[in-house]
């Protein structure tokens, strides 16, 4: 069974310019979730979509947004890149039931210059 | 707002030592609890879960945590570490509402580093 798959894998953008990350989850799970990790900040949670719908929210700027599409791929969308944006970003998908553990991608390595 | 702590940063240990990293979390009600592991260059990976029953949990690796309510702690433990097991250590939570589980915090991870 193939794992979470993220692409790209590595990204060097400017400031101001804008971002689109995708996600595609284990076949059969349902909910994606994404998180932005950084030295010292651990993981914070960005984002949990489900059935497409935007099922809980972290406390990120409105530059931060997301969608999920039918078929249960995500992409998450940063305009107007800031350098503070510059992190790792990972995706998880688990089954509906938030219980389910979080299987992880390898992430999107974001750097802002 | 609910949060995890992991009060180690950095622990530093020799083959054979025994480990304990702690984990506590701030709201009360029911929680899942969780422990992912990070190994180099590698994803984040479920190291062991705790949702209802013996708070003595076993994962993998010969890895284990216990749940004290009381103290809102989730401790993981190894009684002998390997080099392998280098690596950086996240605890998870998540509370049980009335509208179902709630979104999974994760504390700031502990590096845990092994020397030969």
Request: glycine fraction near 18%.
């Given at each position: 069974k193939a794992g979470v798959t993220q692409t790209p894998r590595y990204l060097i953008k400017t400031r101001g310019q804008q971002v689109t990350l995708s996600c595609s989850p284990i076949s059969g799970h349902r909910s994606v979730s994404w998180y932005q990790q950084t030295p010292g900040q651990g993981l914070q949670f960005l984002f949990e979509y489900f059935s497409e719908t935007q099922r809980n929210k972290g406390?990120?700027?409105?530059?931060f947004s997301g969608r999920q599409f039918s078929n249960s791929r995500s992409e998450m969308n940063v305009s107007t890149?800031?350098?503070?944006?510059?992190a790792l970003y990972l995706c998880a998908s688990s089954h509906a039931d938030r219980a389910s553990p979080l299987h992880f991608g390898n992430g999107t390595r974001l750097t802002v210059t | 707002a609910q949060s995890v702590s992991q009060h180690n940063h950095h622990v530093i240990l020799s083959e054979a030592a025994s480990l304990e990293l702690g984990c506590n979390y701030s709201y009360g009600g029911t929680v899942n609890l969780f422990w992912y592991v990070q190994y180099p260059g590698q994803h984040l990976q479920l190291l062991l879960k705790y949702?209802?029953?013996?708070?003595l949990v076993k994962g993998i690796k010969g890895f284990e945590a216990e749940f004290i309510k009381s103290k809102f702690s989730f401790n993981l433990r190894k009684p002998s570490v390997q080099w392998s097991d280098t690596a950086e250590y996240f605890c998870a939570v998540n509370r049980i509402s009335n509208f179902g589980n709630e979104k999974l915090t994760f504390g700031t991870g502990t590096r845990l580093t092994i020397i030969p």
């Open positions: 406390n990120f700027p409105g530059r890149l800031e350098l503070g944006d510059s | 949702f209802s029953g013996d708070p």
